[in-house]
């Protein structure tokens, strides 16, 4: 008899499962559940089209409809599965039930509505869904001021798009400085002077405390620093697991709300594996589950899921979050954790601090590179970093993650071989500048205390 | 065991919350362009006992109690990173 699969949820994981199962198991019947009309575009890029860095939202779209159900799949868009029932092997969707051998949960996440009055006022704008962002575009030329809520990543990147676009933007946050849960301060200082030069003003330090409006639609917000005139707000608070359904239907949540899975992406219940936003999974140098990371996380567990749903045997690794973003003219990374989050943690760390050049100095196009590295006392073994500049924070980021992974040292660092090509890279590496002020640094603090030096890079 | 999964949920929420506030409060300091993060009434003994003692604790202490309190993930293979030793230059005479 033929295996069915069913994937709920048609996001990155969502996607990556259903294809990914279809191609490791022709045979399979593998069936998809969205509650949305549309599948297999970047919900990451909506930013950066509001500020006219993509010309439209199409450009987002990778594939259609059409070309998932010619491979094979069995789609069920605007279909919303209101109950699992794990003892019998079925969803339940439009009032019918349909049975399954194997089940992936890609719910994915939603976001944090603010619990102040007014809060269901119209014109709050949470960015998520496409066609919602499209009539949302539409509505920004008639507007003039908008409030965004919320310094993380995506308040970060909306703030900066629709400045650039002309709007006045005011940027609201409890927080003492942009990204204050990731970034260190350091760090987010010429983050702040790019954003301030794009026409966003920012209002640091301040809650939010209601809306007002006149009658159905937001005009105002009112904050702890004095009210704000707005045409619209949008809300980039925290991002939730939409773990609901998972949690009726018995699987075990974990202490961020997500649902609890093992290194190949089952859940708590046989047959039953979840990936993407909806799960926590451990950081690789605490153990401690996060979630809610990037869509290339959720593409890998997804295809996790897939392949051990089709009886293959894969495993994904713990975590170390290599991440970037572009924050108005400047951009910044890092991977792991950096003195905010070690600080917070009470983890122990040394520091090494560089600073080079993107390309040879000469070239033009050459930007500075500012490089920070946290590293383990004693072992020096790197734990995380921050990075900040023009270009090249991206590979960096990347590299340094991987390094980590394996255990890399400040003086393997510190002695890596690097590429020296004037228009793209310089003859001394940002991150081995780093790695050598660290060890010269500590060298020197070892020899000042009367011991004998241990590192000798 | 749904109300235990709730609790150790909250207590991790609370207490990174009242953790990074009092890290942001103390690496802001004097950082040009940085301001106090808004601190409400609430939160009191987390801000006053909570925070202080948790930094008193040493980090491999704190891994453990973790550990036991199951609050770190099950089911997953901790990654090795096993450093070689530290490449060393040859000493100058050589």
Request: proline share 6%.
């Amino acid at each position: 008899m033929t295996e069915r699969l069913i994937v709920i949820g048609g996001g990155g994981a969502g996607t990556a499962a259903a294809t990914v199962a279809r191609r490791l198991n022709p045979d399979m019947k593998v069936t998809l559940f969205t509650e949305f009309p549309d599948i297999a575009y970047s919900p990451c890029g909506i930013p950066f089209v509001h500020g006219g860095e993509i010309p439209k939202f199409e450009d987002l779209f990778l594939s259609t409809v059409e070309r998932y159900v010619a491979d094979g799949l069995d789609m069920r868009m605007e279909t919303t599965v209101t109950d699992v029932d794990l003892a019998r092997g079925t969803v339940t969707a439009r009032n019918t039930h349909e049975g399954f051998d194997k089940l992936v949960v890609c719910t994915g996440f939603v976001w944090e509505k603010p619990d102040v009055p007014g809060a269901n006022l119209e014109g709050l704008h949470y960015v998520k869904d496409i066609r919602a962002a499209m009539e949302f575009d539409k509505r920004l030329d008639d507007m003039r001021r908008i409030v965004v809520i919320g310094a993380g990543p995506l308040g970060v990147e909306m703030a900066g798009n629709l400045g650039h676009r002309g709007l006045h933007v005011d940027f609201v946050d409890e927080g003492p400085w942009v990204l204050s849960e990731v970034l260190d301060p350091d760090v987010a200082e010429p983050v702040h002077e790019s954003l301030t030069e794009r026409g966003v003003t920012l209002r640091l330090g301040t809650r939010v405390e209601g809306f007002s409006g006149d009658g159905t639609r937001v005009r105002a917000v009112a904050t702890s620093g004095g009210e704000l005139e707005c045409d619209a707000v949008i809300v980039c608070l925290r991002k939730l697991p939409s773990s609901g359904l998972a949690e009726v239907a018995g699987l075990e949540l974990g202490t961020t709300g997500g649902i609890v899975v093992d290194e190949r992406m089952q859940t708590s219940a046989a047959n039953v594996w979840a990936a993407g936003d909806v799960v926590e999974v451990p950081h690789g140098l605490s153990m401690l589950p996060i979630r809610g990371l990037t869509g290339s996380h959720a593409y890998a567990q997804g295809r996790t899921a897939a392949f051990n749903a089709t009886g293959h045997d894969l495993v994904y690794d713990p975590v170390w979050v290599p991440w970037g973003m572009v924050a108005g003219e400047y951009t910044i990374g890092g991977f792991s954790i950096g003195e905010m989050l070690a600080t917070a943690m009470g983890v122990p760390y040394v520091l090494a601090k560089g600073v080079g050049v993107s390309r040879a100095r000469y070239y033009p196009g050459a930007t500075r590179t500012h490089v920070k590295l946290l590293a383990e006392p004693g072992t020096l073994r790197i734990i995380g970093c921050q990075i900040h500049g023009g270009e090249g924070v991206k590979e960096r980021a990347d590299f340094l993650a991987f390094a980590a992974k394996r255990g890399a040292t400040l003086a393997d660092l510190a002695w890596m071989e690097n590429i020296y090509s004037p228009p793209i890279g310089a003859l001394f590496e940002p991150i081995a500048i780093a790695a050598q002020n660290g060890l010269a640094e500590l060298r020197d603090r070892e020899r000042a205390a009367g011991r004998e030096a241990v590192v000798t890079a | 065991m749904r109300r235990l999964a709730r609790l150790k949920r909250r207590l991790r929420e609370r207490s990174e919350h009242y953790l990074l506030l009092d890290a942001a409060r103390r690496l802001g300091r004097g950082v040009p362009g940085t301001v106090t993060p808004f601190e409400g009434r609430e939160g009191l003994l987390w801000r006053r006992l909570f925070v202080p003692l948790y930094r008193r604790v040493p980090w491999a202490f704190k891994r453990r109690a973790m550990d036991s309190l199951k609050m770190t993930a099950s089911g997953w293979t901790p990654p090795e990173r096993r450093p070689r030793q530290p490449w060393r230059p040859p000493p100058r005479n050589q």
